[in-house]
């Protein structure tokens, strides 16, 4: 059998190099940590016609994470922490972000109070990630979400602060044995339509901060608090590996 030359072994060694630098890199991977003191269910719902990752929902015990990768084309939709759920006669039920009883979303929103992550996926031409923290909804847990090896504008944003114990009287949503659960935004508390940003009030110009609204801002500023926040509080980080959303930071 003939012996291969230096000259071939060598050949084969860059060959092999070639290919494995210019291999496809991997692609986006979503990560939830739940640094919580207990369980928390975290829930996933898409935009419409985007599909439904890890089947809308699921559970997440203390101090461990969940990695699943993104979808590899355009993808929108957010993300929020389901708390105080329980299975009990056929049904299961959360104390807060609550999505009609179910604990895979598969595409239906939650209820109010909820911190919500929000993300646009793979857009414009240098494939940017947008994302942002939301407690438009009102509060239930911190939430921080993180980008990994991007470029560009590529900041921490959310809430590390826990508004439940600060959340104004008038906000707090409580259980039966009074304990706060959740902090309302003043539209979930009043409902009126300045409040809601709805009718007049549905515009740029029209949608105003309000001393609700405010509180939020002031504990968390790197959140919108209102529907016509800033929109300079959507980043866009170009290419990340990794965007990790993390609960009580």
């Known amino acids: 059998m003939a012996i291969p030359s230096s000259t071939t072994l060598l050949s084969v060694s860059l060959l092999v190099l070639c290919t494995l630098t210019t291999a496809t890199p991997p692609g986006l991977i979503l990560t939830l940590v739940n640094n919580c003191p207990y369980t928390i269910w975290p829930a996933i719902q898409p935009n419409a ?74 857009h414009g031409h240098a494939d940017f990630s947008s994302y942002a923290v939301s407690l438009v909804d009102g509060f239930n847990v911190p939430m921080t979400v993180t980008p990994h090896e991007g470029k560009g504008q590529c900041p921490v944003v959310g809430c590390r602060a826990d508004l439940l114990a600060t959340c104004p009287h008038g906000l707090k949503y409580c259980a039966p044995d009074g304990r706060v659960l959740g902090c309302k935004s003043g539209c979930a508390a009043f409902g009126t339509d300045e409040l809601c940003c709805r009718n007049h009030y549905n515009s740029p110009q029209t949608c105003r901060a309000s001393s609700y609204s405010e509180f939020f801002k002031h504990a968390c500023p790197a959140t919108f608090t209102y529907a016509h926040d800033s929109p300079s509080l959507t980043h866009e980080c170009s290419a990340p590996r990794e965007l990790k959303v993390i609960f009580c930071h």
């Not at 299975?87 to 604990?103: E, I, P, V």
């Open 49 to 122: 016609g985007h599909p439904v990752l890890e089947r809308g929902g699921f559970a997440l015990n203390t101090l461990t994470h969940r990695s699943f990768p993104a979808p590899t084309t355009h993808w929108s939709g957010r993300v929020w922490a389901r708390t105080g759920c329980t299975y009990a006669n056929g049904h299961f039920s959360c104390a807060t972000g609550d999505c009609g009883g179910r604990l895979e979303c598969d595409g239906r929103g939650g209820a109010a109070p909820a911190t919500l992550a929000q993300f646009t996926l793979h």
